[in-house]
């Protein structure tokens, strides 16, 4: 079993950046495929960014060439760093960690506004 707790998100001004951190607890995160998702008000979680235990990543759409997902299991870790940030981006972020479970951190709320 795996905890996690993220972190980093705030207030920010349309082309700013923030990185989020996601500390894991409990379990080596090497196994584990490791995502970062969001949840905007009245709309459905989306995956935003994905990392396998090998490295290969994916994006959704919408933040390709502006975020990038990266782990370090030596610090059981997991970040997102968001450049060139918009409003549409503004949503409660979590950090998930997957194997034979789903498991999910409380949330960081990214908030990008003039």
């Known amino acids: 079993q795996v905890q996690l707790v993220e972190s980093g998100g705030g207030l920010v001004q349309p082309g700013e950046s923030l990185r989020l951190s996601c500390a894991a607890s409990g379990s080596g995160i090497s196994m584990y495929t490791m995502a970062w998702y969001r949840q905007a008000p009245g709309k459905q979680r989306e995956l935003v960014a994905r990392i396998s235990r090998s490295g290969s990543t994916y994006y959704v759409d919408s933040v390709k060439g502006r975020f990038s997902i990266s782990r370090d299991n030596a610090k059981n870790t997991l970040f997102l760093q968001m450049n060139s940030l918009k409003p549409e981006d503004t949503a409660l972020y979590y950090c998930?960690?997957?194997?034979?479970?789903?498991?999910w951190g409380q949330g960081t709320q990214v908030t990008v506004s003039s």
């Open positions: 998930n960690a997957a194997l034979h479970y789903d498991y």
